[in-house]
Each structure stands twice: as structure tokens, then as C-alpha cells.
């Protein structure tokens, strides 16, 4: 089977820009989750999808936010970009009946904001 | 909130050396515990979990953790690094359906 995948690896935007972040789940994998990793704060949960409903959301402000479609992949959208939200993001997808921690991730995105 | 101490940011060793990194989690009750690991270059991936039963649990490449409730601790050790163990090593714990990371352990292994 096919890994997740992450589109696009690398992302140069400047403040106050938007961006869309995207992430195809293993093939069967109903859950999606995104992360973002940052050397001083390490990973830190954004948000979860299921069945496109979000089911878990991280301490994030509103400018972060997701959505998922019926073949379970999932978009990750940042509006107003701040130089602080430079980092890795991370996607993650786990089979139903997984544990929470069974999580396979992909290779990220690294979004570096200027 | 639960949350998950790492003691180490950054560990050196030598090859052959025995290895402990840290792991402490902030409250009790049932826990399921994780350790990841992300190589240079690589994917983050799961290095073994503990749901229950035996505390001690092997996972990949030689590694294993030991789950102590009383100390809320959940330890990752291998008895013999090798170069090849160089990575940045995360301790995870759940909360409800979401994973808790620790800020990560950089492990060096010289050769």
C-alpha cells in the first residue's frame, strides 16, 4: 500500500498569505490528523478528521483550519500568515478500530514564512 | 490537560553504548504510551506502544520501554546502540482520541 502522501514538500508564503495544505491518507484509512512540529514546541495536534467531520481539535487559533472529502483526503487551510506558524506540517492517518497512537505519518510539509 | 515530559533534548553516545531516555506523563488512569522515532530524512514512525498487560514491551530494532504506573513513567532503552540509532525519539501518550507528544529527544550515535 501507498504511504500517506503530502502536497506539496515545500511552501515559501509571506505574512499575511494563505495556504492549503493537502494529505492523502492510506488507501482504507478513514482518519486524518495534522500536526505541527516546531523545533522549540515539538508536535503539537491541530486537528482529526473522520468521515469528513472534525472530531478532535488541538489549542490552535481560527486561522487554522481543515476539512476533509469523501475519498478522505484532507486540505489544512492558514489564513493571515504569521512568521511564527513557519514549521513542519504533519499528516497522519490511521485505519478504523486503530488506537489513537497507531498513526502512520507522511513526510510533511515544510511551510516556511517570510 | 495530560502532557508528556522528556528529560533529554540532546543524547550522545558511542556505538555500543546502552541507551535510557526519559519519559514522564503528567496524570494517571489508563494510559495507552507510545514511542516514535524519525530518522534523518524519514517519515515519523512508530517504535512500539503499550495498551496493557506486560509492562515491558519490545518493539523495533531491538528497543524496548518499560511502563511503571506508580512513577508514571514509560522509559525507552536498547542495551547496544548502533550509528544507525541516530534519530530524534518522541514520547507520546493519549488523551481521549488524540496523541500527546513530547518535544522530542535528539539522539547522536558516534561511530
Known amino acids: 500500500k501507498a504511504g500517506v502522501t503530502q502536497t506539496p514538500r515545500y511552501l515559501i508564503k509571506t505574512r499575511g498569505q494563505q495556504v492549503t495544505l493537502s494529505c492523502s491518507p492510506i488507501s482504507g484509512h478513514r482518519s486524518v490528523s495534522w500536526y505541527q512540529q516546531t523545533p522549540g514546541q515539538g508536535l503539537q495536534f491541530l486537528f482529526e478528521?473522520?468521515?469528513?467531520?472534525?472530531?478532535n481539535k488541538g489549542n490552535f487559533p481560527g486561522r487554522f483550519s481543515g476539512r476533509q472529502f469523501s475519498n478522505s483526503r484532507s486540505e489544512m487551510n492558514v489564513s493571515t500568515l504569521e512568521l511564527g506558524d513557519s514549521a513542519l506540517y504533519l499528516c497522519a492517518s490511521r485505519p478504523a478500530g486503530g488506537g489513537a497512537g497507531e498513526q502512520y505519518f507522511g513526510p510533511g510539509t515544510r511551510l516556511t514564512v517570510t | 490537560a495530560q502532557s508528556v515530559s522528556q528529560h533529554n533534548h540532546h543524547v550522545i553516545l558511542s556505538e555500543a553504548a546502552s541507551l535510557e531516555l526519559g519519559c514522564n506523563y503528567s496524570y494517571g488512569g489508563t494510559v495507552n504510551l507510545f514511542w516514535y522515532v524519525q530518522y534523518p530524512g524519514q517519515h515519523l514512525q512508530l517504535l512500539l506502544k503499550y495498551f496493557s498487560g506486560d509492562p515491558l514491551v519490545k518493539g523495533i530494532k531491538g528497543f524496548e520501554a518499560e511502563f511503571i504506573k506508580s512513577k508514571f513513567s514509560f522509559n525507552l532503552r536498547k542495551p547496544s546502540v548502533q550509528w544507525s540509532d541516530t534519530a530524534e525519539y518522541f514520547c507520546a501518550v493519549n488523551e481521549w482520541d488524540k496523541i500527546i507528544f513530547g518535544k522530542g529527544t535528539r539522539l547522536h550515535i558516534l561511530p
Open positions: 478528521y473522520f468521515s469528513e467531520t472534525q472530531r
